[in-house]
């Protein structure tokens, strides 16, 4: 199974997307209780690349894919703005005391931690992120 | 999302209920803030009691962060405790199965 969208890289279309992964959700019958990692890094990185992805005078366009094969569900995410790795951002560290932590990374962090796999390419001009979880046994 | 908050003595209980995400930080975080203001002399504790919080992202983590450090959470969800355990919150903020052993150990001395 497989869906696609695509939105501008505005803070108001969050919901748009949250709603797009809860449809896919209940279309394909998945277990509500994995909801949470795809709901938060699609959170994360569609928010990265609002708020530090979009250059002055230009939107641009965000792609987000989900893919479900052999219990394996893939969400891809692509935008057209500056070159940017998100997995080049240091880990935050977190064991210090709240006073002691620095603000940024820890979206991404979470992401990577929650996630079995994460993987970023620039193609054709594009930023692409690709996250996949196991989240249920492959049907034999 | 909506905030309620209640007093019980000198400490104030947040409740918010459904989503604390990027969208709802912002509001979420200046509750927080007017409650600690008026607060003001008096030791008093904040409770983010989140029986009724379905989502939390980075973002809903710093919205309470910034708001101070004085308070302790409880009534975790699954979904919203994986989230604080693996930012490494929940060994920095006071973590409680519930509100009344939070309210049990955040009791200021009389």
Not at chain 2, 44 to 59: E, F, K, T
């Amino acid at each position: 199974m497989k869906r696609h969208t695509a939105v501008p890289s505005e803070a108001a279309q969050l919901p748009v997307l949250t709603q797009f992964l809860q449809e896919f959700w209940s279309a394909a019958d998945l277990p509500p209780a994995e909801t949470v990692t795809f709901e938060l890094a699609l959170e994360e990185i569609f928010m990265n690349v609002v708020m530090h992805g979009s250059p002055a005078g230009r939107v641009p366009r965000v792609e987000v894919s989900l893919a479900l094969q052999d219990g394996r569900l893939t969400l891809m995410i692509e935008d057209d703005g500056p070159s940017f790795d998100p997995l080049s951002l240091p880990a935050p560290d977190v064991t210090a005391s709240l006073e002691e932590r620095r603000v940024g990374g820890l979206g991404v962090y979470l992401v990577r931690r929650m996630m079995d796999a994460v993987s970023y390419q620039r193609l054709r001009g594009c930023n692409r992120l690709s996250m996949t979880k196991r989240i249920r046994e492959p049907t034999p | 999302m909506n905030v309620r908050l209640e007093s019980i003595g000198l400490t104030t209980v947040a409740i918010p209920e459904g989503r604390l995400d990027f969208g709802a930080a912002a509001g979420f975080q200046a509750q927080l803030e007017q409650v600690l203001a008026g607060a003001g002399t008096k030791s008093a504790g904040v409770i983010i009691d989140c029986a009724g919080l379905d989502y939390v992202s980075s973002a809903g983590l710093r919205a309470s962060q910034r708001a101070g450090l004085a308070f302790a959470i409880c009534a975790l969800k699954p979904a919203v405790r994986e989230v604080f355990d693996v930012s490494g919150f929940s060994r920095v903020i006071a973590v409680f199965a519930d509100r009344a052993t939070a309210l049990a150990q955040t009791r200021q001395p009389a």
